[in-house]
Antibody, heavy 120, light 110 residues
Framework: QVQLVESGGGVVQPGRSLRLSCTASGFTFSSYGMHWVRQAPGKGLEWVAFIWYDGSKKYYADSVKGRFTISRDNSKNTLYLQMNSLRAEDTAVYYC?????????????WGQGTLVTVSS | QSALTQPPSASGSPGQSVTISCTGTSSDVGGYNYVSWYQQHPGKAPKLMIYEVSKRPSGVPDRFSGSKSGNTASLTVSGLQAEDEADYYCTSYAGSYNLVFGGGTKLTVL
């Protein structure tokens, strides 16, 4: 069955960096585009970034553009989110999610999330 | 991109039907048939309930249905059951490879 497992979250000071990972199993990872979506404590969902199945194209929300970088290693079935210049408002649970058609129409499976807390 | 507008709460008794609205603009909900709905129980990951306005993934009960009129999409839950109590989020493609979410609706089964 499809499984997505995020890791790498933790407590980090403002201005520092953190890299999240999402390990996929149960499907052909290299055939699917992938998203990162976050949820601040007690708040709603916010789309963060998307990467094509082959890593050739990447898209970002304005709130993270220039600070976050999405990437993937299809040989390791792993998706990444490099987060630099972190701010308090980046505190959230970060989810990775699969895009079934690669066109945002059907984001079907989500991981359980990893919590990032930005605090001094 | 501005968030889509959902009512903060909705409720219904077991067996009843409840409809949750999701209002956007012609740049998102009204411009594309790429509206999805997610169910999220506390501490859990979101679960896809509806995609492309009205399609249900396998395993989702047919008590859940979706529709759209103009800039407003709707999720209807018929025959409410206790396990339907959760937060529900709508989302829409907003062009230029952007995805926008609603603020979420807390559904209470009375």
């Amino acid at each position: 069955q499809v499984q997505l497992v995020e890791s790498g979250g933790g407590v980090v000071q403002p201005g520092r960096s953190l890299r999240l990972s999402c390990t996929a199993s149960g499907f052909t990872f290299s055939s699917y585009g992938m998203h990162w979506v976050r949820q601040a404590p007690g708040k709603g969902l916010e789309w963060v970034a998307f990467i094509w199945y082959d890593g050739s194209k990447k898209y970002y929300a304005d709130s993270v553009k220039g600070r976050f970088t999405i990437s993937r290693d299809n040989s390791k079935n792993t998706l990444y989110l490099q987060m630099n210049s972190l701010r308090a408002e980046d505190t959230a649970v970060y989810y990775c999610a699969r895009d079934y058609y690669g066109d945002y129409s059907r984001v079907d499976y989500w991981g359980q999330g990893t919590l990032v807390t930005v605090s001094s | 991109q501005s968030a889509l507008t959902q009512p903060p709460s909705a409720s219904g008794s077991p067996g009843q039907s409840v409809t949750i609205s999701c209002t956007g603009t012609s740049s998102d909900v009204g411009g594309y048939n790429y509206v999805s709905w997610y169910q999220q129980h506390p501490g859990k990951a979101p679960k896809l309930m509806i995609y492309e306005v009205s399609k249900r993934p396998s395993g989702v009960p047919d008590r859940f249905s979706g529709s759209k009129s103009g800039n407003t999409a709707s999720l209807t839950v018929s025959g409410l059951q206790a396990e339907d109590e959760a937060d529900y989020y709508c989302t829409s493609y907003a062009g230029s490879y952007n995805l926008v979410f609603g603020g979420g609706t807390k559904l209470t089964v009375l």
